[in-house]
């Protein structure tokens, strides 16, 4: 397997999705080649930074017209 | 002591009319939608009327909301196809440039090759708390375009599976591929560039084709 292969297969590597034949030549070739080595662990790292990245706050007036509104609405849509 | 109330307590509360236990519900999750939306559609306003319309219709469409999925995935469901919705309207605006119009539409794109390969000098749980990382991680995201910016979001921050991101977005799942591959190799170049050890640069091996 060549670095060009290895960067195609690399989604379904990283994802845990890769045929167990082809999982064992990707991993064959990444023992010898550091370079790959390093990219999949920066994807990986890029991966995770995102997911564990904190959502934004609302902005504080908007925050507090969406909640009139919500509140406005559950009460037009919660009349006896 | 833990004693927060789960949030399928809070929807079984909210179903019978308390309104507070809704208000505490939304309170949980109103970032998580706000935060996608602007991602998504890299717009405030637009961020603020779709998270507005998510919420607006969790008011309406709660009764019916069967607790088959967790809270937080049927929301989440909702908010992105509010905002995709959208992104499909600006779609159909004549506001296309000559150099989008251009460009090549074909999924068989090439792969772009990693050019700066370092290790990183720190890890993701110490950067994810600085300020720095947080802007970092929106320019290097509004970098991508709009055919790999909501896949890249829908599968690796909302954890949607290929199938479910190219349902979403009315695409093939070869296609998600194809695009979820590129994003994650250009946020790879654009962070390592920021978030790399320049003294252990790797250089790549030569191709031979």
């Given at each position: 397997?060549?670095?060009?292969?290895?960067?195609?297969?690399?989604?379904?590597?990283?994802?845990?999705?890769?045929?167990?034949?082809?999982?064992?030549?990707?991993?064959?070739?990444?023992?010898?080649?550091?370079?790959?080595?390093?990219?999949?662990?920066n994807i990986?790292?890029t991966?995770?930074?995102?997911?564990?990245?904190?959502?934004?706050?609302?902005?504080?007036?908007?925050?507090?017209?969406?909640?009139?509104?919500?509140?406005?609405?559950?009460?037009?849509?919660?009349?006896? | 002591?833990?004693?927060?109330?789960?949030?399928?307590?809070?929807?079984?509360?909210?179903?019978?009319?308390?309104?507070?236990?809704?208000?505490?519900?939304?309170?949980?999750?109103?970032?998580?939608?706000?935060?996608?939306?602007?991602?998504?559609?890299?717009?405030?306003?637009?961020?603020?009327?779709?998270?507005?319309?998510?919420?607006?219709?969790?008011?309406?469409?709660?009764?019916?909301?069967?607790?088959?999925?967790?809270?937080?995935?049927?929301?989440?469901?909702?908010?992105?196809?509010?905002?995709?919705?959208?992104?499909?309207?600006?779609?159909?605006?004549?506001?296309?440039?000559?150099?989008?119009?251009?460009?090549?539409?074909?999924?068989?794109?090439?792969?772009?090759?990693p050019?700066?390969?370092?290790?990183?000098?720190?890890?993701?749980?110490?950067?994810?708390?600085?300020?720095?990382?947080?802007?970092?991680?929106?320019?290097?995201?509004?970098?991508?375009?709009?055919?790999?910016?909501?896949?890249?979001?829908?599968?690796?921050?909302?954890?949607?599976?290929?199938?479910?991101?190219?349902?979403?977005?009315?695409?093939?799942?070869?296609?998600?591929?194809?695009?979820?591959?590129?994003?994650r190799l250009?946020l790879r170049e654009?962070l390592t560039?920021?978030?790399?050890?320049?003294?252990?640069?790797?250089?790549?091996?030569?191709?031979?084709?």
């Amino acid at each position: 397997m060549k670095c060009d292969q290895l960067l195609a297969m690399l989604n379904d590597y990283v994802d845990g999705d890769i045929d167990p034949a082809i999982c064992e030549e990707f991993e064959k070739h990444l023992s010898g080649c550091n370079p790959c080595q390093v990219v999949v662990d920066n994807i990986r790292k890029t991966i995770t930074l995102y997911k564990d990245s904190q959502p934004v706050a609302l902005p504080l007036e908007f925050h507090e017209r969406l909640h009139r509104a919500l509140r406005r609405r559950w009460k037009e849509t919660h009349k006896a | 002591m833990h004693t927060e109330i789960a949030d399928a307590e809070l929807v079984r509360r909210a179903k019978s009319g308390d309104l507070d236990a809704f208000e505490e519900l939304i309170g949980r999750h109103e970032r998580r939608v706000y935060s996608l939306a602007r991602r998504i559609l890299r717009h405030e306003h637009d961020a603020e009327d779709v998270t507005q319309q998510t919420l607006l219709s969790v008011v309406e469409h709660l009764p019916e909301f069967r607790e088959e999925a967790s809270f937080s995935t049927w929301l989440m469901r909702i908010a992105t196809h509010a905002a995709l919705k959208v992104l499909r309207k600006r779609k159909g605006l004549p506001t296309v440039s000559l150099e989008q119009a251009t460009e090549p539409t074909d999924d068989a794109e090439t792969v772009p090759h990693p050019e700066f390969i370092a290790d990183w000098r720190e890890n993701p749980v110490a950067l994810v708390e600085r300020a720095e990382t947080r802007r970092l991680l929106d320019e290097a995201l509004n970098e991508l375009d709009e055919k790999h910016r909501p896949v890249f979001l829908l599968r690796d921050v909302e954890g949607l599976s290929v199938k479910e991101t190219a349902e979403a977005l009315d695409l093939s799942e070869t296609n998600v591929k194809v695009r979820l591959l590129r994003a994650r190799l250009q946020l790879r170049e654009r962070l390592t560039r920021a978030f790399g050890d320049e003294t252990k640069r790797l250089q790549p091996h030569a191709h031979e084709e």
